[in-house]
């Protein structure tokens, strides 16, 4: 059952947005992930939202937590608290 990352983000521009896209993109992809949401035109229709929002699918909740947990994500990581601030969860499919 796919599986999905969901981030409302609010970016800070630099190298070290640079740098945590970079490889926070190659580690998504080497763990079967793919962006479907990448921070396009957001139209709030109820509530409040603000940030752009990414979705990522990964073809299981496993897959998923092995992403987040593995050591390459954690590459990324280290650039994260210059590059952004966010919400993130993870929700199965059906």
């Not at 190298?15 to 396009?40: F, M, Q, T, W």
């Not at 909740?61 to 966010?86: C, G, I, M, P, V």
Request: charge should be negative.
């Amino acid at each position: 059952m796919p599986a999905y990352i969901i981030s409302q983000v609010h970016m800070r521009p630099g190298p070290g947005l640079d740098n945590y896209r970079r490889l926070a993109a190659d580690s998504i992809e080497c763990h079967g992930g793919k962006y479907l949401v990448r921070g396009g035109d957001t139209d709030v229709l109820e509530g409040e939202w603000s940030g752009a929002v990414i979705v990522v699918e990964f073809p299981s909740a496993e897959q998923a937590r092995a992403w987040y947990e593995s050591d390459d994500y954690a590459e990324a990581l280290k650039f994260r608290d210059d590059a952004l601030t966010r919400n993130l969860i993870l929700v199965e499919g059906v």
